[in-house]
Nanobody, 115 residues
Framework: QVQLVESGGGLVQPGGSLRLSCAPSGIIFSIDAMGWYRQAPGKQRELVATLTSGGSTNYADSVKGRFTISRDNARNTVYLQMNSLKPEDTAVYYC?????????WGQGTQVTVSS
C-alpha cells in the first residue's frame, strides 16, 4: 500500500507560479514512477507530468517548458513546479504513484489561475 499526501495548491494570478508537493508513505521502495495528473470541471483526468524511478520525465505538450517535475530523495517528496500559469491550468491536481500494475492516488489539491 502507498499513501500520498499532496500540498501546495491555491489561487494565483495568470503568469504566476506555484509548487505542488507529494509525500508518499507506505511501501515506497517499490514505486516505479510518480506523476501529476489534473482534472478540470467537466473534463477527463489528464496526465501532466511523470517521473520514473530511473529519473526519466514525461510532460503533456500543454505544460512543456512551464512545468517541472522533480524529487527530493532526502525528503522522499515529489514536486511539480508550475511557472507561467494560465487560466486553462485551473484544475484539481492529483499525485499518482505506480507500483507494478497498481495505481495509487492522492486526495487532490485545487489550483485556480485567475485575475
Amino acid at each position: 500500500q502507498v499513501q500520498l499526501v499532496e500540498s501546495g495548491g491555491g489561487l494565483v494570478q495568470p503568469g504566476g507560479s506555484l509548487r505542488l508537493s507529494c509525500a508518499p508513505s507506505g511501501i515506497i521502495f517499490s514505486i516505479d514512477a510518480m506523476g501529476w495528473y489534473r482534472q478540470a470541471p467537466g473534463k477527463q483526468r489528464e496526465l501532466v507530468a511523470t517521473l520514473t524511478s530511473g529519473g526519466s520525465t514525461n510532460y503533456a505538450d500543454s505544460v512543456k517548458g512551464r512545468f517541472t517535475i522533480s524529487r527530493d530523495n532526502a525528503r522522499n517528496t515529489v514536486y511539480l513546479q508550475m511557472n507561467s500559469l494560465k487560466p486553462e491550468d485551473t484544475a484539481v491536481y492529483y499525485c499518482n504513484a505506480l507500483v507494478g500494475s497498481n495505481n495509487y492516488w492522492g486526495q487532490g489539491t485545487q489550483v485556480t489561475v485567475s485575475s
